[in-house]
Structures are given as structure tokens and as C-alpha cells.
């Protein structure tokens, strides 16, 4: 929904919408339109009908696709290994290894962070796709290269479902001061955003509370609710690969697009891009690596047909065979095992994460007494920390809480009130001493301290700081 507060904006969006429906053709969602002011607060009860002594004109709407990242992103790593790559977590490239000529890239040298152990990968064609991090591994193949990387930094933060309708979003495409702010429902809470500046790269980057506080004025001059920073469940902040291509004349042209470019006969580097090209970006480095290696593919390519691993026969409707064919065994604290219903809201959850391998999940939470939630609130359930351990690569914690699923980005508190429970069901999994266990719930206590919520905020004197 993008709220318009004068008849040149209605019609401005307006046309520009129906352009963006044009331009979707065949996948399209749904046809974009205009809703009056009492519509528009009908399907946005929290929009606020006037802003800064201008009255609403009403709302144009238009329809997006939208994803849990985590999973679609752990998901391509399991496709990529059932179609026969083998796949490595925690894995550092130390160094890149050269023929004998010195002139082509033939393999890296890789150090196994878990075991400690060291060993050579040999291949025809080394592609770089480190994202921020490009750069340190193109200056392993020559340390006189140009950097390609601006990196911004993108400031998100979490509120509660209450801050924005199911289903319904608020983008205003240009703010008071120029930038794009959004308010969206996301995995059962509401996430805003965003911000756009430059950053250093680093591991574990942090959002100022400058950067929550800009997010919170800016949603809260179109809202009839009163945004406080005590409601922030989470806040963080990533960092977008802005890339320069190399090769361009001029330089100084930043782009949001990908970039594929070989700077050494043998390492193909892209970087740049967004999600919803990763696809495209995909085929355009295969098909610089087929190039470069001279290599000799059985058929094009096939991506536009292949599915995500679990979307294969996945339907909306596939939670309810969850719901009526597997019950959620809880163990009590006295150690006696109960049963419990497999509601709608875990089983359309399961569903979304895992696609038509829920039943896995659900089978474990039924089979060994692990359909207890991890955190109050959320769908997020004891079975899915042993089914990730088995078959999604989870080697920590952290892994679990932030990359498998989104507990730390949607409740930093809930997420470090589960960590004990997780980190135990881990540790029947892998075998861990209770040494490595303490070590866990330090690392992933560090990690949450990354993320602002209201808890673990520094205050300072703001206008959003009220109880």
C-alpha cells in the first residue's frame, strides 16, 4: 500500500503501477489498484489519514512475491548436493592455487574451521561469489587488484504484528528526506526499513541507534499508533555488495546489478545483485565458468525448471495433512512425555520452511518427544534443531537461530531464551562435551548482542523512547 497525499501522487502511482503490471505480463500476482480513504483504513486500520498537515487521498496497492531467506537459502545449498555438488560449511578458503606457469587459477586451499584440518580443491574454474567479502579473495590471486566492492550498510528492526495488518504492507517511495521506508508483515511480526550507507566490512555489523531511530520517525509519521522503541523485538543491520564493475571506463558507477568478471584466467568473481535475480546471476557465472574453463556442458541450462528441494508436489493446502495426521509428543520438565495438538499455526509454518519434507520434521516431534516450541509465541519447534542437525548442516547454535530459521531476526530476546534448549538437543546430536556446550551459549550470546532490540539497546534521549 502506498499511501498518496494529493491527487497528483493518486495518479502518478497509479499509472506507474499499471506499468509494473504491464511489464510482470503472464506472472502476475494480482492487477494493482485504488482504494479510497475509508478502504485504505479499512485494510490498514493503523494508517494514519493525515501526516505533517496533509490529509490522505487515499492508497494505491500492488502485490509482491515475498520469502523466508533463511530457508530458501539453506534449501539451494541441499538441492545443489541432491543434484550431485558436494557442499562444505565452515569452510575458509586460506589461499587460491596457481599452475605451474603461475598464470591461471587451478584450486584453493581450504581450512576445515570445525576439524582444524587443511587440504587442496582442485578445479577448472574457481568462482568467487564471497559477496562483501569478494575482494580479499581476488587479492589472493593478485594483490594489485582494483577493489570492486562499496559496501553499504542496510538497517532493519523488527516490531510487533499488531504495527501492520496480515498481508498487507506500507511502502512510501519517497520520504521527507528522500528515501524509501517500508513496513511489512514478515513470519508473524512486522519488519521496517530501511536504511542506505556506507559501512566497513566486517563479520558481525550492527545497527546505530541513530539508524533505528530514523527507521521508527519515519514509519511513525503514517501511522495512528505510537511507535516506541521499547516495541523493537530486533534490529540488525546487513551489508549490500554494492559492486563497480572492473572493466567499466568509468568507475564511479555504482551498481545494484551484478557484476560476473574473470580479473584472473581461471577465478570467475560475481558479486552485486539482490535476491530476486540470484537465479539469472546464477546462470550468467555457470556460463562465464563454461568460458573461461572451456568446459564441454550435456545440456543448457536448467534453471528455470528445477525446484527447491521440498517444492516438488508442495501445494498451499499441504499443511493440513500436517495438522491431522501427526500429533506434537512434548516432554515435561518431570521428564513424562505428553501429547499435544499439531495446530495450524506450526503446521502451515512447517509447511512454508520445509515443503513436502515437513512430514520429516513432523515425524521426529512425534517419534522422539521433541514437539515442544522453543520459544513462547512462535511456531518454532524442538524437532526442527534435531532435523536441521541430521540434514541441513547445522553445526551451531547460531546456525540454527539465525541461518536455518529467523528466531534471532524476529525475537533477539525469545531467541536467547531457547538457546539452552537448543544447544542441548545439539549436543545429543553431535556429540558435544560440556565444554563445547558453554562455548556455544557464549558465541551465540555475543552474536545476540549484536542485534538492538529493546533489551539489550544502549538509550539515548529520543522521541521513541516512551513506556
Not at 163 to 189: A, C, Q
Request: a neutral charge; proline letters at 4%; aromatic letters at 10%.
Amino acid at each position: 500500500m502506498t499511501p498518496c497525499f494529493n491527487w497528483f501522487e493518486v495518479i502518478y502511482y497509479w499509472f506507474g503501477l499499471k506499468l509494473y503490471d504491464i511489464v510482470a505480463g503472464r506472472r502476475l500476482l494480482h492487477l494493482s489498484r485504488y482504494y479510497s480513504v475509508d478502504e485504505s483504513v479499512e485494510l490498514f486500520p493503523t494508517l494514519a489519514t493525515n501526516s505533517h498537515d496533509r490529509s490522505l487521498r487515499g492508497t494505491v496497492v500492488y502485490y509482491d512475491g515475498q520469502m523466508n531467506d533463511s530457508r530458501l537459502n539453506v534449501g539451494l545449498a541441499c538441492t545443489a548436493a541432491v543434484v550431485g555438488a558436494a557442499v562444505l560449511n565452515y569452510a575458509e578458503v586460506v589461499s587460491l592455487i596457481k599452475d605451474e606457469s603461475g598464470e591461471r587459477i587451478i584450486g584453493a586451499r581450504i581450512h576445515d574451521t570445525l576439524s582444524g584440518k587443511e587440504f587442496d580443491a582442485f578445479a577448472k574454474v574457481v568462482v568467487n561469489a564471497a559477496g562483501p567479502f569478494c575482494d580479499s579473495l581476488r587479492k589472493m590471486a593478485n594483490n594489485n587488484v582494483v577493489p570492486m566492492i562499496c559496501p553499504s550498510s542496510g538497517v532493519h528492526i523488527v516490531l510487533p504484528d499488531y504495527y501492520s495488518p496480515e498481508g498487507m504492507g506500507l511502502i512510501v517511495p519517497k520520504t521527507k528526506d528522500g528515501r524509501v521506508v517500508f513496513m511489512l508483515p514478515w513470519l508473524g511480526r512486522t519488519v521496517a526499513g530501511t536504511t542506505d550507507s556506507s559501512t566497513a566490512i566486517t563479520m558481525l555489523p550492527e545497527p546505530h541507534e541513530d539508524e533505528i531511530q530514523f527507521i521508527l520517525d519515519a514509519i511513525c509519521d503514517y501511522l495512528n499508533v505510537q511507535v516506541r522503541r521499547s516495541d523493537v523485538l530486533s534490529a540488525w543491520s546487513g551489508i549490500r555488495p554494492l559492486a563497480m564493475d572492473p572493466s567499466a571506463k568509468n568507475t564511479e558507477s555504482i551498481s545494484r546489478d551484478h557484476v560476473v568478471f574473470e580479473d584472473y584466467p581461471g577465478l570467475i568473481t560475481i558479486t552485486g545483485g539482490k535476491w530476486t535475480t540470484y537465479r539469472s546471476m546464477a546462470e550468467d557465472a555457470v556460463n562465464a565458468a563454461i568460458r573461461s574453463g572451456n568446459l564441454k556442458p550435456a545440456n543448457g541450462c536448467v534453471t528455470d525448471h528445477l525446484h527447491i528441494l521440498g517444492g516438488y508436489g508442495w501445494d498451499p493446502a499441504s499443511f493440513t495433512v500436517l495438522a491431522q495426521n501427526y500429533k506434537r509428543m512434548k516432554r515435561t520438565y518431570g521428564g513424562k512425555i505428553i501429547p499435544g495438538a499439531m495446530d495450524s499455526a506450526v503446521s502451515k509454518h512447517l509447511s512454508h520452511a520445509y515443503g513436502t519434507l515437513a512430514t520429516q520434521v513432523a515425524t521426529i516431534a512425534e517419534n522422539e518427544g521433541l514437539g515442544k516450541r522453543l520459544a513462547h509465541g512462535y511456531p518454532f519447534l524442538e524437532a526442527e534443531v534435531a532435523y536441521c542437525a541430521r540434514h541441513e548442516y547445522c553445526e551451531s547454535a547460531v546456525d540454527f537461530i539465525a541461518r536455518r530459521c529467523r528466531l534471532a531476526f524476529l525475537d533477539t530476546d525469545a531467541a536467547g531464551r531457547a538457546l539452552p534448549r537448543i544447544i542441548e538437543i545439539l549436543a545429543l546430536e553431535h556429540k558435544w562435551d560440556k565444554a563445547r556446550q558453554k562455548l556455544e551459549l557464549q558465541k551465540s550470546k555475543e552474536f545476540l548482542e549484536t542485534f538492538k532490540s529493546s533489551k539489550n539497546a544502549q538509550f539515548r534521549d529520543g522521541k521513541h523512547n516512551g513506556q
